[in-house]
């Protein structure tokens, strides 16, 4: 018996070490569709490494702003400047509540907000986070918040995401481009995402999908009681979405039943503004700069005049 | 509880450590222990169901006692016939009951009869059709006085419930399982490795293998409506390994748990996609459920023997009654029926037995005709899969036309084509390395036995590492848990 325990430990020690070697070189070598587990997303969907970079050395700020494309493409930084706030936006591609939980723990000693404003939506809530954690780990050094996030989302491609991250750091290689960039997109300083397409993509995102997971739930008590314990005024908001996409979830009403019971203030946009498909939106879920303005405009007045 | 879960990954090394360092000294308490944990493997889905493992459980060790004890002929058929009717009383109540109250509504309306359906929400307790044939087999011995009914009830309920085969078998046989709880074990270094290396294998052909054909299959399968027969026909071959990668994963998995507990389970599958007929085929395929079948329906009602209507009465009526013994759906008859048609031109041709060795045994590579062999005999297989996967006799016949149409010639444009290039490689990888091991009991018992010994943990590494790489973190279920 004995020796089956040591031969297995050896074994176990040796197939990990393999394991980290395949991972690695496969995330070199290997195009995508042969390395299905290990997506790697250099700079990130929506920039998020060259956010995540900056968020570094910003500085402190009034307002920092949580939640996934809806969040990066719909609070822009400079029209809050105007108003006098100094913001960021730490929004990231599919981001649920896990992975708002590990960036707010790392970057809130830094950014020091006084206010946090969390787009929610039921999409997001039904979502597993899988996408947005690969995003965050491809674009942040690996620490022990990220391998509680790996773990949190018990999805091996998580996991290889972060294995590969740390082998990265390890050897000082970069597989990273900066200065990424993408003609419909532009990225402000301060997180903020703009749509340069002017064009309307009435057939993209007109669809939720709706099952709100409990995961998510208790990660949003967490993320509540974090921002109360360090002063932090939360409030929830949900960004104006096309009709035809809001009607197309079932579960609106119990949604805002239960953000409405967290304790802190909520905002559904979807029902205090009225905005044109065509005129105010990039695609389904997406506003374009004109709405954005318009939404922004609302939250400023609503949530912030309200709150101070 | 799955296999293929992280609780999983947590339980085996907890009992196996508990099993082996605690309960060693006293075979009583370890084999209650075997009972106390597999009724914790079984809860985990549904505790309310470990009721029907008990009842079945009691039922059948004091049926048996009482055939066993009296000389009363009588006495003995009606304690044997209550055991049965039992067994298949809930078995037919859980798994038949809506299937039946469908059939017999369809039939009066179409005669004419008015009639109020009524079905109910019955839930399939999982592998209750395993566990059933494992116990009815234990009766059936004891009326046959095959075997001597034992007076362990603890055995027996550890015997019935044994984790690693509870819910998909092997469907193992009391003979040769049951004595092996009324002996000492001791840990069998050799054993144990074995069975990690089976537990190894099983992983990978269920994570990789199975799952990942099955987003291919379900995705042409699906939307058959949408799809040529060119690509059903692709959906067809990723669905023969898919059920094979599962079926036969699971399989290794629980027989490599076995291993690791010290007990020996029967084999299930012998690669039977390098079968050269469908005699052969049915040799290697879910062995432990044919031979029950061989057993305990067809020797009895005449076998081969007798006159040519009789034999093929009897291998007609075996083959429908597997077919249905793995759902209650038409498209399973159908699959056991058209089996049958198969199999009936080699019993007539006394060709059935003629492959019972394993393939280019010693060799490297198949004779040209062994290999058209091997590939007609997984063509037929394969297209049989189609009814066994459908969802309706409708839809079968619907995706065989397509099949059997001249859109079978257009080239298929595939909506996924890097998971499936993908997909088709793992395959191949698969086929190479079950070819080597075919002479094996599983594909990687001896893989590079005569290498260094870092050779063969770089070659076992490499498939932890496949797994780690390819598979599918859906956690999705075996698929003959829902039988």
């Known amino acids: 018996m004995k020796d089956y325990l040591i031969l297995i430990l050896k074994f176990l020690l040796f197939a990990t070490i393999f394991y980290v070697g395949i991972l690695f070189l496969s995330g070199w070598l290997l195009p995508d569709f042969l390395r299905p587990n290990l997506l ?7 920039y998020s490494y060259k956010r995540m970079v900056e968020a570094e050395s910003y500085g402190h700020t009034d307002i920092v702003f949580l939640g996934s494309s809806r969040a990066y493409r719909g609070f822009d930084t400079r029209i809050f400047a105007e108003a006098g706030y100094r913001t960021f936006n730490l929004g ?71 294995i590969f991250s740390a082998c990265r750091k390890f050897f000082r ?47 949003l008590d967490r993320i509540a009681e974090m921002m109360k314990t360090e002063g932090i005024t939360m409030i929830f908001v949900q960004a ?22 967290k304790g802190c203030q909520y905002y559904n946009f979807n029902e205090w503004i009225n905005l044109t498909d065509s005129i105010h939106f990039a695609d389904g879920q997406h506003l374009n700069q004109k709405g954005v303005e318009l ?6 007045n609503l949530c912030l005049n309200t709150t101070h | 509880m799955y296999f293929n879960s992280i609780d999983f990954a947590v339980f085996l090394p907890v009992v196996f450590l508990l099993y082996w360092f605690v309960w060693q000294k006293n075979l009583q308490k370890q084999n209650l222990f075997i009972v ?116 362990d009830v603890i055995a027996f309920m550890a015997y019935v419930s044994f984790f690693p085969q509870l819910v998909a ?54 939307n058959h409506n949408a799809y040529p027969g060119s690509y059903l026909l692709l959906g067809a071959f990723f669905f023969a390994f898919q059920i094979y990668g599962d079926f036969s994963g699971y399989s290794d998995i629980a027989i490599g748990t076995a291993r690791l507990f010290g007990f020996d389970i029967m084999k299930n599958f012998a690669y039977p996609y390098f079968s050269r007929d469908i005699a052969e085929f049915w040799r290697r395929w879910h062995i432990s459920l044919s031979t029950w079948f061989r057993d305990y329906v067809y020797i009895p009602m005449g076998g081969n023997q007798g006159t040519t209507p009789a034999k093929l009465k009897n291998i007609i009526v075996v083959f429908v009654i597997s077919g249905f013994w793995h759902g209650a759906n038409w498209t399973f008859v159908c699959w056991g029926l058209l089996n049958a048609l198969l199999f009936i031109p080699l019993l007539l041709n006394k060709s059935n037995r003629q492959h019972l060795d394993v393939v280019a045994k010693a060799k490297i590579w198949p004779t040209f005709m062994e290999a058209m062999q091997m590939c007609f005999t997984f063509m037929l297989v394969m297209l049989l899969w189609v009814f066994f996967r459908a969802d309706s006799m409708h839809t079968a016949f619907c995706i065989i036309g397509k099949i059997f149409s001249s859109s079978i010639f257009q080239f298929p444009y595939l909506p996924k ?19 080597s091991g075919r002479e094996h009991a599983y594909a990687i018992e001896y893989a590079a036995k005569d290498r260094p010994v870092w050779i063969r943990w770089t070659f076992y590494a490499l498939i932890v590492s496949m797994t780690g790489m390819y598979m599918q973190t859906g956690g999705s279920p075996f698929i003959y848990f829902q039988f």
């Open chain 1, 40 to 46: 790697f997303q250099s700079s990130g969907v929506g």
């Open chain 1, 92 to 162: 990231t591609s599919n981001q649920t509540p896990v992975q708002s939980y590990y960036l707010l723990k790392k970057y809130i000693p830094g950014l020091k907000p006084k206010i946090v404003i969390f787009e929610v939506n039921p999409d997001i809530f039904s979502n597993d986070g899988v996408e947005s954690s690969i995003d965050i780990i491809s674009n942040t050094d690996p620490d022990i918040g990220l391998l509680k996030m790996s773990l949190e989302v018990k999805n091996i491609k998580a996991v290889n995401g972060l």
């Open chain 1, 173 to 219: 290689l970069s597989l990273l481009d900066f200065d990424y960039k993408n003609k419909n997109h532009k990225y402000i300083q301060g997180g903020y995402v703009e749509s340069l397409d002017r064009t309307y993509r009435k057939n993209e995102g007109n669809a939720y999908y709706c099952n709100i997971m409990d995961k998510q739930l208790q990660y």
């Open chain 1, 240 to 261: 104006p979405v096309t009709k035809k996409l809001y009607t197309s979830c079932s579960e609106n009403k119990r949604f805002d039943t239960i953000i409405s019971s």
């Open chain 1, 295 to 300: 939404f922004n405009k609302a939250v400023i």
């Open chain 2, 36 to 151: 106390l944990v597999s009724y914790i493997f079984y809860g985990w889905w549904d505790s309310r169901f470990l009721v029907l493992l008990v009842v079945s459980s009691m039922i059948d060790f004091f049926a048996s006692q009482a055939i066993f004890r009296t000389t009363d002929v009588r006495k003995r058929r009606l304690w044997f016939i209550l055991s049965i009717a039992s067994n298949l009383g809930i078995l037919g109540f859980f798994k038949y009951f809506n299937f039946f109250a469908d059939n017999f509504a369809s039939a009066f309306t179409f005669m004419g009869f008015e009639f109020t359906q009524r079905t109910l929400e019955i839930v399939l307790p999982v592998g209750i059709s395993f566990y059933t044939f494992q116990t009815m087999s234990y009766t059936i011995d004891v009326y046959r006085r095959k075997l001597e009914p034992t007076h």
């Open chain 2, 169 to 222: 078998g092997p469907i193992e046989r009391a003979k040769h399982l049951l004595p092996q709880f009324y002996t000492p074990r001791t840990f069998n270094y050799q054993l144990a490795v074995n069975g990690t290396k089976q537990i190894l294998w099983g992983f990978f052909k269920k994570m990789v293998i199975a799952d990942n054909c099955a987003i291919l299959a379900d995705t042409f399968f699906n």
């Open chain 2, 417 to 435: 084509e890097g998971t499936v290039a993908l997909t088709l490689l793992l395959i191949t990888f698969f086929i190479a390395v079950e070819w």
